[in-house]
Structure formats: structure tokens, C-alpha cells
């Protein structure tokens, strides 16, 4: 498809994740945009240093292409990415768009809370922070994290026993964390488990 490129060669690429949430917003010259389809990484133009750039190839936060579009008038790319690591931002967010001017009101939350709470227990097995619960778990390994998961799983029992909402909410919340800590470790994806529910509708 042919692409209409600005007047310094470049087209804006509009970085979204497969939730549908926005990480970044870069531009692409057409050696960057080729790279990205070549290699299904993405590649940008750094406007500044006036270079390309492998988004991911020093931090470790790879994006992997899944999808690629352009808009009506083909001056503008959308780009559907795996974010790997705990962000986009190289301020350590998960978005570049973290900066909030004004807010009518809070957005709702979704399932896509899953993801971010696996981004970070996996940011704490490749970063150890100390005093860290999640590092407790697995410096002890899989059996301790099996222990608990058993564990979580007869309270979510009780907590439905009883009848009492909140208590089933908080019981299951313990358990959906527990099952991601043991996701991280068994380095099994969120979206490995998102394929194989959807393959059961």
C-alpha cells in the first residue's frame, strides 16, 4: 500500500497494545517503516538524534508487530504491538501518555487490569525490589507459590459459602494474583490463557 510521507519523509505511528490502550506516539521514515515490516519489530526515526532506532533494543521492552493499518488519507499509521517488559515510556510508565491535564472522570476498570498486574510481578522477577512480597514468592519457587494458590482456592470456597460478596471479590482477587505470580514463574503469557479461553466460546 502506498503511504504518503510528510514533508521531512516521515509518517506518525500511533503505538496501541491488543487491550486497545495507547503507549506511545513515534514517527517512521520509510527505512524504519521497512525494518518493522522486515523484521515484525518496530523501528522508528528519532527526530532528534536523527537516527533509526530499535524500539526495545537497549531497555529490553521489544514490541512485537501484530497488526499494522493506516487511515483514510494513508498519512498516518496505527500499530498493534505485544509490549514486552513493564512499559512503553522510558520514564519507567507502562504509556507515554501518563501525564494527565484534565479528567471529566475516572475511566472504568477492566480486565485488562490482569495484564498490568502480570507486567509488574514480572517487573519484579527481572528487577528484585527489596521488602517485596511478590520477590518472597518466588525466591521460594513453585512449590510455595503452589502452596498458596492452594491455599487461595479454599478461601475463595469459604468466602462463596458464606455468601457475602465482598468477601468472595477479595478472596478472588487474592487467588487471580497468586495464579498470575505462578504464570510469571512458569513464564507462561497472560494471552496464552486469553487463546484458550476464547477457543472454548
Same mark, same amino acid.
Given at each position: 500500500?502506498?503511504?504518503?510521507?510528510?514533508?521531512?519523509?516521515?509518517? #506518525?505511528?500511533?503505538?496501541?497494545?491488543?487491550?486497545?490502550?495507547?503507549?506511545?506516539?513515534?514517527?517512521?521514515?520509510?527505512? @524504519?517503516?521497512?525494518?518493522?515490516?522486515?523484521?515484525?519489530?518496530?523501528?522508528?526515526?528519532?527526530?532528534?538524534?536523527?537516527?533509526?532506532?530499535?524500539?526495545?533494543?537497549?531497555?529490553?521492552?521489544?514490541?512485537?508487530?501484530?497488526?499494522?493499518?493506516?487511515?483514510?488519507?494513508?498519512?498516518?499509521?496505527?500499530?498493534?504491538?505485544?509490549?514486552?517488559?513493564?512499559?512503553?515510556?522510558?520514564?519507567?510508565?507502562? @504509556?507515554?501518555?501518563?501525564? #494527565?491535564?484534565?479528567?471529566?472522570?475516572? #475511566? #472504568?476498570?477492566?480486565?485488562?487490569?490482569?495484564?498490568?498486574?502480570?507486567?509488574?510481578?514480572?517487573?519484579?522477577?527481572?528487577?528484585?525490589?527489596?521488602?517485596?512480597?511478590?520477590?518472597?514468592?518466588?525466591?521460594?519457587?513453585?512449590?510455595?507459590?503452589?502452596?498458596?494458590?492452594?491455599?487461595?482456592?479454599?478461601?475463595?470456597?469459604?468466602?462463596?459459602?458464606?455468601?457475602?460478596?465482598?468477601?468472595?471479590?477479595?478472596?478472588?482477587?487474592?487467588?487471580?494474583?497468586?495464579?498470575?505470580?505462578?504464570?510469571?514463574?512458569?513464564?507462561?503469557?497472560?494471552?496464552?490463557?486469553?487463546?484458550?479461553?476464547?477457543?472454548?466460546?
Amino acid at each position: 500500500m502506498e503511504l504518503t510521507f510528510g514533508p521531512h519523509g516521515l509518517i #506518525p505511528a500511533i503505538v496501541q497494545d491488543t487491550q486497545g490502550r495507547v503507549l506511545m506516539l513515534a514517527y517512521m521514515n520509510q527505512e @524504519s517503516y521497512e525494518k518493522t515490516l522486515a523484521t515484525g519489530e518496530t523501528w522508528f526515526y528519532s527526530r532528534s538524534r536523527q537516527e533509526l532506532w530499535h524500539k526495545g533494543a537497549t531497555s529490553g521492552q521489544i514490541q512485537t508487530v501484530l497488526d499494522i493499518s493506516t487511515d483514510c488519507d494513508h498519512d498516518a499509521l496505527l500499530l498493534t504491538v505485544e509490549q514486552a517488559g513493564e512499559g512503553a515510556c522510558h520514564e519507567g510508565d507502562y @504509556s507515554c501518555f501518563h501525564n #494527565p491535564i484534565k479528567q471529566w472522570q475516572d #475511566p #472504568p476498570v477492566g480486565p485488562e487490569v490482569l495484564e498490568d498486574v502480570y507486567r509488574v510481578v514480572l517487573g519484579r522477577k527481572e528487577s528484585p525490589k527489596e521488602g517485596s512480597y511478590t520477590n518472597y514468592l518466588l525466591d521460594k519457587g513453585l512449590d510455595k507459590i503452589l502452596k498458596k494458590v492452594g491455599e487461595e482456592t479454599a478461601e475463595v470456597i469459604i468466602g462463596a459459602k458464606n455468601e457475602d460478596a465482598q468477601e468472595i471479590s477479595y478472596e478472588v482477587s487474592d487467588l487471580l494474583y497468586h495464579l498470575l505470580v505462578l504464570l510469571v514463574e512458569r513464564d507462561v503469557k497472560p494471552q496464552q490463557i486469553w487463546d484458550e479461553l476464547a477457543s472454548r466460546r
